[in-house]
């Protein structure tokens, strides 16, 4: 069993910033991509970065600037730092991983629970 743990949420004035980080655990696998996506509060789920296994890197144009994506493969942690923040930036942040699994074929998506961002004064 394969899960992806987030941290690093929380509630944060406009103009602060935050680090998210993104673990995966269990055994006997590998990553492939990993990446983090957003859900805000009536609105459909969006793509903020992703970043491959080389550290390959890929944002959603509005997303370009204030946001950072990286990772440790040591440690199987994808991190999103998030600058200047916005209120509209409050949405619940979630990572997501492709993970191949010892003895499986192919790779399958997995993805955290989500950890949530506010950004309020």
């Known amino acids: 069993q394969v899960q992806l743990v987030e941290s690093g949420g929380g509630l944060v004035q406009p103009g602060g910033s935050l680090r998210l980080s993104c673990a995966a655990s269990?055994?006997?696998?590998?990553?492939?991509?990993m990446g983090w996506y957003r859900q805000a509060p009536g609105k459909q789920r969006e793509l903020v970065a992703t970043?491959?296994?080389?550290?390959?890197?890929n944002y959603a144009e509005s997303m370009k600037g204030r946001f950072t994506i990286s990772r440790d493969n040591a440690k199987n942690t994808v991190y999103l730092q998030i600058n200047s923040l916005k209120p509209e930036d409050t949405a619940v942040y979630i990572c997501?991983?492709?993970?191949?699994?010892?003895?499986?074929?192919?790779?399958?998506?997995?993805w955290g629970q989500g950890t949530q961002v506010t950004v309020s004064s």
């Open positions: 997501n991983a492709e993970i191949l699994r010892i003895g499986i074929r192919y790779p399958y998506a997995y």
């Open positions: 269990g055994s006997r696998f590998s990553i492939n991509a």
């Open positions: 970043i491959t296994s080389g550290g390959g890197t």
